[in-house]
Nanobody
Framework: EVQLVESGGGLVQAGGSLRLSCAAS??????MAWFRQAPGKDREGVSC????????YYADSVKGRFTISTDPAKKTVYLQMNNLQPGDTALYYC??????????????????RGRGTQVTVSS
């Protein structure tokens, strides 16, 4: 099974930026997603990408601020996060999912996921 390892999280002030990385031990799956989980809140599909046609999805809460990208040569998926706000505080993890719908987002079903990286945004 492919292993995913996230990095790039940390503590940042509101308005700041972070770039999360998701490194795969094997080839990147056709459909990759970033999720986040904050204490007491439901898991949220933040963004996803279908590498076969480059279709992407962004949750309304991050649209215009976050950008997902992939580097197949480095077997890495990125999430560039700009203008971070306290509401973005969560554990972020990447996953190989079954599909990425341009309107509804990533599937609930996933083949494998990483352990996550913590993002904390102070006001």
């Amino acid at each position: 099974e492919v292993q995913l390892v996230e990095s790039g999280g940390g503590l940042v002030q509101a308005g700041g930026s972070l770039r999360l990385s998701c490194a795969a031990s094997g080839s990147i799956a056709n459909v990759m997603a970033w999720f986040r989980q904050a204490p007491g809140k439901d898991r949220e599909g933040v963004s996803c990408v279908d590498t076969r046609d480059s279709d992407t999805y962004y949750a309304d809460s991050v649209k215009g601020r976050f950008t997902i990208s992939t580097d197949p040569a480095k077997k890495t998926v990125y999430l560039q996060m700009n203008n971070l706000q306290p509401g973005d505080t969560a554990l972020y993890y990447c996953a190989a999912v079954w599909y990425c719908h341009s309107t509804h987002g990533p599937s609930v079903e996933m083949d494998y996921r990483g352990r996550g990286t913590q993002v904390t945004v102070s006001s």
